[in-house]
Structures are given as C-alpha cells and as structure tokens.
C-alpha cells in the first residue's frame, strides 16, 4: 500500500515521492534539479528510484 502511495505522489510532484523512499538523500535533490528542468525528467526518475530494490 505504501508503494501505491508513492507513486501516485510521485505522479503528482516528483520530489515528494522520491522523499518518502530516500528522505533528503542525492537522488532528492537531483529529482529536484530534473523536475525544474522539466516535469518528465523528474517523474522518469523519481519511477526509477521507486522503482529500484535498495
């Protein structure tokens, strides 16, 4: 359930999603970096960080 909730945080604003799996980690503040550059950038990462088994 929790996983649900990510992604769909995650489809809505990037970074948020990618917060709650790494908290203020490097791949929050590159999400950060690519959703300001563009919104798909950062939501293909922030699904890549999800989506990887760390």
């Not at 791949?27 to 088994?53: C, D, E, Q, R």
């Amino acid at each position: 359930m929790a996983n649900i909730i990510r992604i769909v945080l995650s489809i809505i604003i990037p970074p948020i999603g990618v917060f709650f799996k790494v908290g203020f980690g490097m791949h929050f503040w590159v999400n950060i970096l690519l959703t300001m550059l563009g919104y798909i950038p950062g939501l293909v990462h922030a699904i890549w960080v999800l989506a990887s088994k760390d």
